[in-house]
């Protein structure tokens, strides 16, 4: 069996570095005090991230595109069925992975603007008043056992390859490379790699609120001169 290109390198990229950043808003917000801190910044990097790949489903290589692999109820009967022949995501694990980005797209969404009521508020909490504010956190609590249950269902997959198909699906993340028949992934050049790093950047310094212009601080009460 031959080795063929299977995953370009930025999604590589994407997928462990949304794996790190994911991992790192969970362990932050159940530590809390001054750790939210860094889940906030673990939430502006994913929105950058998620930028990049929905660029990057349309300008990428091959199997990274969502026309590849985003298919119909007809491939995902055929699927179920045992009929199905493809190489990259599978009817079924493309659900997946369009349920992951829209879930993480709307739980960092909801973040951007959520509270504590203690002392962290989001990036853009300054341009929506405390009413909208408390109702996006709300949202927000709400979609995070979603994504646990998404990210839960993602490694029982991942298992079941490895257990019953007896094909592992991490290697081929880590190397890019995977054992069978296939084509190379073509396309996902230098300019579509800089076209999705701009949008990412650029989605990353939105929600920031670094552009937010702060409030002048109060005036010191003047001393009077006896």
């Not at 490694?155 to 991490?170: D, P, Q, S």
Request: glycine share 12%; charged share 10%; hydrophobic share 55%.
């Amino acid at each position: 069996m031959q080795h063929f290109r299977i995953w370009d390198l930025p999604t590589r990229i994407f997928h462990w570095a949304l794996v790190f950043c994911v991992l790192g808003s969970f362990v932050s917000v159940k530590i809390g005090g001054n750790a939210m801190v860094w889940h906030g910044r673990f939430g502006v990097v994913v929105v950058g991230l998620l930028a990049f790949r929905l660029v990057w489903g349309f300008t990428g290589s091959t199997y990274a595109r969502f026309a590849q692999f985003v298919r119909g109820p007809a491939a995902i009967k055929a699927y179920l069925r045992g009929q199905w022949q493809g190489v990259g995501h599978n009817p079924l694990g493309a659900l997946s992975v369009l349920a992951m980005l829209g879930t993480l797209l709307l739980l960092v969404a909801t973040g951007l603007f959520a509270n504590d009521d203690i002392a962290f508020e989001g990036p853009l909490y300054a341009l929506v008043g405390k009413e909208f504010s408390d109702r996006a956190a709300g949202i927000h609590r709400v979609i995070e056992p979603l994504t646990i249950l998404l990210v839960l269902a993602h490694l029982g997959a991942i298992a079941y390859y490895v257990r019953f198909r007896k094909e592992t699906l991490i290697m081929p993340m880590i190397t890019g490379s995977k054992v069978g028949a296939g084509e190379t992934a073509k396309g996902g050049g230098i300019v579509a790699f800089s076209i999705a790093l701009v949008v990412a950047l650029a989605a990353v310094f939105g929600a920031s609120g670094a552009w937010i212009q702060k409030p002048p601080p109060p005036a010191a009460n003047s001393t009077p001169n006896w």
